[in-house]
């Protein structure tokens, strides 16, 4: 499927910043998939496009709740078993991909716990129990300017991966 913006539209929002920049195609990628992240969805974006968009979901994920609450919301298989963290390393986010493959080490060793369906009670307690995932948060979170300055640097340079401009 042809996904398509307008220069301008990425020139205005280039001049507000990256976060801005990324958000056209973001927006895009979840008018397209209706913002649901499925196996049907999937296929309407190519990988590029899911990388990208899965960087908004990890993003926003981490920032409200960390891996725990990232996997307790169905999203563990998404970054976890499929090639998430090699492209965003493709794409020249070393230290994301770090991040995640060392999350995604966690996540196997514990995928049946992290996954199963929990009280409220016993969520919240998830988080003293996996501590873990806290040291990868933290460091998430203190590089996450650097990490979107790098990946939009990068869908900037291959924008014919992620968009296609219209006049």
Known sequence: MKITTSDNALRTAAEEGMDAFLQVFIDKYKEVTGGVVNA???????GWQLTLLGYDMLREEINEGGFVQLIQNGYGPFFFRNPFAKAVRLMGCKELADIVYDAARIYADHQADLERERTDEEFMAMYE????????????????????????QY???????FIAIEG
């Open 155 to 161: 869908v900037d340079e291959h924008i014919d991966d």
């Open 40 to 46: 049907d969805t999937m296929a309407l974006l190519n």
């Open 129 to 152: 129990q996996y501590e873990a995932f806290d040291c990868l948060e933290e460091t998430f979170m203190e590089h996450e300017e650097e990490m979107t300055a790098t990946l939009a």
